[in-house]
C-alpha cells in the first residue's frame, strides 16, 4: 500500500531537548517536505527536498533541520524545541515537484508535537 | 506573495443539502488542489484543476476553475456525515521560473453534516 508513515504520531516534549520525527514513503517519490499545520495559520511549509541531498527552506525553517540522506526517509529535527513550536506536524510526498504536474502529493497521518 | 482565502471558514448543513465552498486568490492560478482532512490527521487529495473553466467530479464532489483562474469552487451534493471534515485549498506560485515551486494553502473551511 502507497503511505507516508510518520513516528511518533503524539510527543509531549520539555523546551531544548533535541527530538526528531521521521517520515518515510514507499512510493520512490522524490519530493518530499515537511508542513506544520497552526489555527488560524493554516498549513505551513517548514522545508522541502527535490531529492537525494537536495534540501531548501521553505516559509517557517526557523528552529529546524532536515536531512535527505535516502530517498525514502526525510526526517524533521528540532535541535532545541520551544513552546512556539507546539503545532500538528505533516510530512509529505509526491513524484514531481508540485505544482508542475497533477501528481498528488500524499500525506502522513500527522505528529502532534507539543513543547512545554 | 500570493494568498488563498476559503470561504465560509465553517459551515454546519443537514444530510443531504448541497453546500459550496470558494478559494480565491489574489493573484492569478497556475493550478488550484482541493484537499480533505479529517480532524487531526493527515490530508487527503480530491483533485487538482489546472485550466480556466476546468471542472472535475469525484464521487459527490465536484470543483470548478473559473475563467479568470482566481477562483475556485467546490461543491456537495447531497451533503453526508462522511463528507464532514476540514476543506483545503492548495496552490503553486504564479511563477513558473526556475527552482522549486512551493504550494501555498487556504486556511481550510470546517464542514459539519447533521444527520
Known amino acids: 500500500e502507497a503511505q507516508v508513515t510518520q513516528n511518533p504520531r503524539y510527543l509531549i516534549t520539555v523546551t531544548g531537548k533535541k527530538l526528531t520525527v521521521t517520515c518515510s514513503q514507499n512510493?520512490?517519490?522524490?519530493?518530499m517536505s515537511w508542513y506544520r499545520q497552526d489555527p488560524g495559520l493554516g498549513l505551513r511549509q517548514i522545508y522541502y527536498?527535490?531529492?537525494?541531498?537536495?534540501?531548501d527552506k521553505g516559509d517557517v525553517p526557523e528552529g529546524y533541520k532536515v536531512s535527505r540522506k535516502e530517498k525514502r526517509n526525510f526526517p524533521l529535527i528540532l535541535e532545541s524545541p520551544s513552546p512556539n513550536q507546539t503545532s500538528l506536524y505533516f510530512c509529505?510526498?509526491?513524484?514531481?515537484?508540485?505544482?508542475?504536474?497533477?501528481?498528488?502529493?500524499?500525506f502522513g497521518p500527522g505528529t502532534r508535537l507539543t513543547v512545554l | 506573495s500570493q494568498e488563498l482565502e476559503q470561504s465560509p471558514q465553517s459551515l454546519i448543513v443537514q444530510e443531504g443539502k448541497n453546500l459550496t465552498i470558494n478559494c480565491t486568490s489574489s493573484?492569478?492560478?497556475?493550478?488550484l488542489y482541493w484537499y480533505k482532512q479529517k480532524y487531526g490527521e493527515g490530508l487527503i487529495f480530491l483533485m487538482m484543476?489546472?485550466?480556466?473553466?476546468e471542472e472535475k467530479s469525484h464521487e459527490k464532489i465536484t470543483a470548478k476553475l473559473d475563467e479568470k483562474k482566481q477562483q475556485s469552487s467546490l461543491h456537495i451534493t447531497a451533503s453526508q456525515p462522511s463528507h464532514a471534515g476540514i476543506y483545503l485549498c492548495?496552490?503553486?506560485?504564479?511563477?513558473?521560473?526556475?527552482?522549486?515551486?512551493?504550494?501555498?494553502f487556504g486556511t481550510g473551511t470546517k464542514l459539519q453534516v447533521i444527520p
Open positions: 527536498s527535490m531529492n537525494v541531498e537536495v534540501t
Open positions: 509529505a510526498s509526491s513524484k514531481s515537484i508540485a505544482g508542475r504536474s497533477t501528481d498528488t502529493q500524499y
Open positions: 492548495g496552490a503553486p506560485p504564479p511563477s513558473l521560473s526556475g527552482g522549486y515551486q512551493k504550494v501555498t
Open positions: 484543476l489546472q485550466k480556466g473553466g
Open positions: 512510493m520512490n517519490h522524490e519530493y
Open positions: 493573484k492569478t492560478l497556475y493550478g
